[in-house]
């Protein structure tokens, strides 16, 4: 492969291509002295408004940007293989660099970009405790039971450090932590000693930003708090003697793919770039960024004049924005005979090289993909009529002269915005290795993505996608619409194999998203994965914009209801007015399951309207039949569920199982509730539907807590697994249980039931039937009277509906000698309610020590 084949790899530095981008460097040099400057002398700091930290490059697509900033990088790290004219960069030490690329993206991944600059400045004589402690936070909420990634540069673990700071900072808090996933219980941990200022380091009681992050985080953990770790990581540095404070440098590429309408990508990096004064960020763009206009403000966090003086059209010093011109015909010329005959290019006569200037019109771009057809010409060189033509024809000519395989793999890669060799060889039948050659070509650009590293320049998928049909091998919007399914078919199998890891999942579900939007297909395996991954809002942001005339776009409108931070009545306002609009039956199906589960926690009438509706439309579902029945005996309307079961018999031995466990568990039989919701659970977990199947574990370890029959180790493995998925419900019902469990030790008991309690008070819920019923059972083994009658009187306070869990409060309040709240109902028609109330006693009874 020659030099050129290599021009668009991120490895790769086109130094030829750039031998007159004077203007452009001298500009980055000014603005790189200027920042370091500011930085020594202190005045690039968050104390200070206003913001000179920006420069930036824009212009149209094919100038070379994307080339200028990683040369930009190379030069100032010393790392310029062939500087040309390029004097030494400015600064005695290269800067730590971070490289961001939004090439293909549809989100700012906020908390990869804070992660990148951590990283950038790492050193071992360097604490980022604020910034590591509201990660950790963050992270624990956000995402638990994941990992951080691999944070390795060189030899040194920036991991381990973080590691290490929170464990030296939280000593005193009884935490440790490892290289483990971080878990609510770590994020509960951190939150409340940062907030009982529980911490190993008086400097963090100055850093007031660091409560209001965590108790945000607390409430919402959102990419919006992800990125507002960036002042955290500012205030740690800012807490060094500035002589040694880096002068960082972040290189934003292609930002024009997240400059969105509604801004609510930008307003993420808005806010990053804002909160970091002391990092010199390079934007290369096909848009100018308008951060200066004042009517931006409700849009994104900063804007105006008087915080980006920089980005005013009309400001002169650098750092500033620079609109990236074309090269000019003399150095178009130069670059051309420099390259004629050498670094594996054929000799270029003077009437190739006019023919190529004339049609360059300075872009790097075709310049580059020139070079490319000259080197696949035959034995007597390349002809100069053939060169000189506009750019998507110049692209179709370089496609042309690929291998007919190769070919075939391009015009499949044009489809998508990014690809792996197995995605596209997969899709299109061909060999890995075909695909691997094709990467290797200057067509093909490579970046850092973790699923997808792969793509098309713009201007080169344009062309394939115009290939016209006359041209021998060119697909037809047929073949092309066929291949679209084909890719999709095999994102489905990819799909299938992240099951381990939600993030690089909706990676690959975001891709199947747009191939959906673009080429109008439905799919409902989509739909079935989105509402499998983890976190609703996260999925939100991934998703095409809502649109009522594509099958994807009616799914993204189901997906609006969490985007901007809508609560939980605002979701269920959205979703009652979606539903007014003309939806297929399907996408209406999708939206009113979706409203009646935000319904039953919390109001189970109109959950029960909504399924008993859908039930009448669809008899034959299980799915549904299920659910109505669940939410019948939910709210005790034992009757109602005979009539529905006679009706609508549930045809799923293991959901016929697990009602018949719940009323038994309502009868007072718990070894009969304990047999079904255990069996249900075995055959989720055979059927890889784990989240659920952790909802029927819980079900059963909490009836043998109160069966007598649990075991500590028990409550530990599903408050493990419920950690690890970030189910505050289930965590709480196995902290309880295990509190029941070692209710005998009642110091033990005590301190499980508190981490109860924090868990409700961090997830800012109310107590529940587990607390009330966990903290009644200790106080009756004690005989603690006094907290039995604080109990009772608190409880006759609280506003609760019936349910079959406070029923079972209930028999505990009659057993410690208070008067009922709740009538017992009428289970059965073959059994008196006072049967049930005596098998509670007799339950409550054995609970009792001897």
């Not at 790097?364 to 060189?381: I, K, N």
């Not at 690809?419 to 650009?445: H, K, M, N, P, Y």
């Not at 793509?455 to 016209?468: F, G, K, M, N, Q």
Request: charge should be neutral; include cysteine.
């Amino acid at each position: 492969m020659s030099e050129f084949d290599r021009i668009f790899d991120p490895q790769y530095t086109a130094t030829e291509l750039f031998t007159n981008r004077v203007d452009e460097r001298t500009a980055f040099t000014a603005a790189l002295l200027q920042h370091g400057n500011a930085v020594r002398d202190g005045s690039a700091t968050l104390g200070h408004s206003t913001r000179r930290n920006v420069i930036t490059f824009y212009g149209v697509g094919g100038i070379g940007k994307t080339e200028l900033s990683r040369r930009l990088e190379s030069w100032c790290l010393g790392e310029l293989a062939e500087p040309g004219d390029w004097p030494q960069p400015p600064l005695e030490e290269p800067p730590p660099t971070v490289r961001i690329d939004f090439h293909g993206s549809r989100v700012v991944n906020a908390v990869d970009i804070v992660l990148r600059l951590r990283v950038a400045v790492a050193d071992r004589r360097r604490r980022f405790p604020a910034f590591d402690l509201g990660l950790a936070a963050w992270w624990s909420l956000a995402r638990p039971g994941m990992p951080l990634p691999d944070l390795t540069v060189g030899n040194f673990d920036v991991r381990g450090q973080i590691t290490d700071t929170l464990n030296d900072v939280l000593s005193d808090a009884g935490a440790a932590f490892g290289l483990g996933p971080l878990t609510v219980r770590s994020g509960i941990r951190i939150v409340e000693a940062i907030r009982e200022r529980r911490l190993r380091s008086r400097t963090l009681g100055d850093c007031a930003p660091l409560f209001h992050v965590i108790t945000q985080a607390q409430q919402d953990p959102s990419d919006y708090v992800a990125a507002t770790l960036a002042g955290l990581l500012s205030w740690d540095l800012e807490n060094l003697p500035t002589a040694k404070r880096p002068v960082t440098v972040a290189f934003a590429d292609a930002a024009e793919y997240v400059q969105g309408d509604d801004r609510s990508q930008e307003r993420l990096f808005n806010r990053i770039v804002h909160l970091t004064p002391g990092t010199l960020w390079v934007v290369t763009s096909r848009n100018r960024l308008d951060w200066d206009a004042a009517h931006l403000h409700q849009l994104l966090p900063a804007t105006g004049p008087h915080i980006w003086p920089g980005l005013r059209l009309e400001a002169h010093d650098d750092p500033r924005q620079h609109l990236v011109g074309n090269l000019s015909d003399v150095d178009v010329k130069q670059y051309l005979r420099a390259a004629s005959g050498a670094g594996g290019n054929p000799v270029l006569a003077p009437d190739v090289i006019d023919n190529i200037s004339a049609g360059a019109h300075g872009l790097p771009l075709y310049l580059s993909l020139s070079l490319s057809m000259a080197r696949s010409a035959d034995g007597h060189g390349p002809a100069a009529h053939t060169f000189g033509g506009p750019l998507p024809e110049l692209a179709t000519r370089v496609f042309a002269n690929l291998p007919r395989q190769e070919r075939e793999l391009a015009r499949a890669a044009s489809l998508v915005p990014r690809f792996d060799e197995r995605l596209i060889s997969q899709a299109a039948g061909a060999l890995v290795g075909d695909a691997q050659r094709l990467c290797q070509r200057t067509l093909v650009t490579k970046d850092d993505h973790p699923v997808f590293p792969y793509r098309l320049h713009d201007a080169v998928r344009s062309a394939i996608a115009h290939e016209p049909v006359s041209n021998p091998g060119a697909w037809a919007p047929q073949d092309r619409a066929a291949m679209a399914g084909q890719l999709l078919a095999a994102l489905r199998h990819r799909s299938d194999t992240l099951m381990h890891s939600s993030q690089q999942r909706l990676d690959v579900l975001e891709l199947a998203a747009d191939l959906c939007a673009r080429h109008a297909l439905t799919a409902p395996w989509l739909a079935d994965a989105l509402a499998a991954v983890p976190g609703f809002a996260q999925t939100a942001v991934r998703l095409p914009p809502p649109a009522l005339d594509t099958w994807i776009g009616q799914v993204s409108g189901i997906y609006e209801a969490w985007r901007q931070g809508r609560r939980k009545s605002e979701r269920i306002a959205y979703l009652e007015d979606y539903l007014t609009r003309p939806l297929p039956t399907d996408i209406r199906r999708r939206a009113r399951l979706r409203l009646a589960y935000i319904y039953r926690d919390g109001d189970p009438h109109n959950a029960l309207r909504i399924l008993t509706e859908m039930l009448e439309e669809n008899p034959g579902s299980e799915l549904l039949r299920y659910q109505v029945a669940r939410t019948l005996r939910a709210q005790g309307a034992y009757e109602d569920l005979e009539r529905h079961l006679s009706r609508h018999p549930l045809q799923d031995p293991t959901t016929s199982l697990r009602i018949s466990s719940d009323l038994a568990f309502d009868r007072g039989l718990l070894q009969e509730a304990i047999a079904g919701s255990a069996a249900r659970a075995q055959a989720l977990r055979a059927a890889g539907q784990h989240r659920i199947a952790l909802e029927n574990e819980t079900a059963a370890l909490w009836r043998r807590a109160l069966h007598g029959s649990s075991t500590p180790a028990a409550c530990d493995t599903v408050l493990a697994d419920a950690d690890h998925f970030g189910e505050t419900l289930s965590m709480r019902t196995a902290l309880t249980a295990k509190a029941i469990t070692l209710r005998g030790d009642r110091l033990t008991a005590l301190e499980l039931l508190t981490e109860a309690q924090r868990l409700v008070n961090t997830q800012r819920h109310k107590m529940g039937y587990r607390e009330w019923t966990g903290q009644l059972i200790v106080a009756l083994c004690h005989d603690d009277r006094a907290a039995t009658a604080e109990l009772h009187r608190t409880w006759l306070a609280t506003d609760r509906q019936w349910s079959p869990n406070y029923q079972v409060l209930d028999h505990l309040f009659v057993f410690a000698g208070h008067p009922a709240r709740y009538q017992t109902r009428q289970i059965t028609t073959t059994e008196a309610p006072s049967v049930a109330d005596q098998r509670w006693h007799t339950i409550i009874e054995s609970l009792m020590p001897d």
